[in-house]
């Protein structure tokens, strides 16, 4: 059987609204993912993109 490959989904504005606020809040960036339903690697991705840091959090 052929692995089905994964499709890139496209960023909302409710999501990166969602996204800026757990970030300004000093969210975890797993919890964070995991609300979103991205995979961590995204989310930082994103956040790095636009901006916001979302280093050293324990």
Not at 40 to 56: H, M, N, P, V, Y
Request: without cysteine; hydrophobic residues 30%.
């Amino acid at each position: 059987m052929a692995k089905r490959k994964k499709k890139r989904r496209a960023w909302t504005s409710s999501e990166l609204r969602d996204l800026k606020t757990m970030a300004r809040k000093k969210t975890k960036a797993s919890q964070i993912a995991k609300k979103l339903r991205r995979t961590e690697g995204a989310t930082r991705q994103k956040a790095f993109s636009i901006g916001l840091s979302l280093d050293s959090r324990s």
